[in-house]
């Protein structure tokens, strides 16, 4: 098998594929499946000072070639999985990228100096790109200057490699991806979901309580391709592919176009081995081809871009 290490600016990944914050739970709960600490990493469900409930029901919509959420960024809160969650994935050898989220600088920061008081944290994402809560959130991702604000906060609280997830929906992303990369941040993930709703003609209501909520799949995939291929061109730190990856295909036309590591997001609802599937497509892609998965990297664009 070809070497599927992978570089993520300090930190070295087994392999390109982790699964995205929101749709694997803390990974454990896929245990019964297949031993998550084979895949590159996870990303925790996100992570607030305080426990949550998230959005009353329905949270959940199917669309074509996807889905809505509207989850509204339920979580057990940094306290409880530092003390029952983090022990059990530390123990397991699982790489954990914790997701944090915050309404505030000085939550953000928080969370942030509690995590780095932990072992078994191999690096922090900072969402600032959620479209379903009604405070922070995607406010802090579309504007350049609330983002890197955050991006310096966090930085300066630890020594943790921090990424920072995009938004579909900031007017000028890579704008918005250089403010964090001047503010300190060690990788960009693109993208997180883009606002839709539906609405059920046989009772006439949205299908959602929140009334909008994320769109993710496949659907999302040409859109979240065009902005890693952006981001790459403009930002010196890696880019993380996310949106719509559901096959190995899908995962290798994001590193084509530049990015270092994919996420695996939606593909785990209706396949709970999406990920390791896709872990092992691109180890034997890069065999047939005598690759390295860090070759792969960028292999579909024109020379310089």
Known sequence: MSDQRIQIGGLTLQNPVLTASGTFGYGLEYD???????????CTKGLSREPRYGNPPERICET???????????????????????????????????????????????????????TGVAAIELNVS?????KGGIEFGRDPKLAAQVTAACKAATKLPLWVKMSPEAGDIVGVAKACEDAGADAVTAINTI?????????????????????S?????????????????????????IGGVFTTEDAVEFM?????AVQVGT???????????????????CAARGLTASQLIGRGRPEGA
């Open 195 to 215: 606002r839709g709703m539906s609405i059920d003609t046989s009772t006439g209501r949205v299908r959602l309580a929140n009334r909008t909520g994320g769109l």
């Open 32 to 42: 019964d499946f297949y031993d998550v600490a084979t895949l590159g990493g996870i």
């Open 256 to 260: 084509l176009a530049g990015a270092s």
């Open 130 to 134: 959620c479209p379903n809560v009604s």
């Open 267 to 285: 593909a785990n609802f209706s396949d709970p081995l999406a990920a390791n599937k896709i872990r092992l497509g691109i180890a034997e892609y």
């Open 64 to 118: 074509p070639a996807g889905m809505l959420n509207a989850i509204g960024l339920a979580n057990v809160g940094v306290e409880f999985f530092c003390k029952e969650k983090l022990p059990v994935l530390r123990e397991r050898g699982v790489t954990v990228v914790a997701n944090i989220f915050a309404s505030s600088v000085e939550d953000f920061v928080a969370i942030t100096e509690r995590l780095e008081s932990e």
């Open 217 to 241: 799949g496949p659907a999302l995939r040409p859109i979240a391709l065009r902005i890693v291929w952006d981001l790459v061109g403009a930002l010196k730190i890696p880019v993380i592919g």
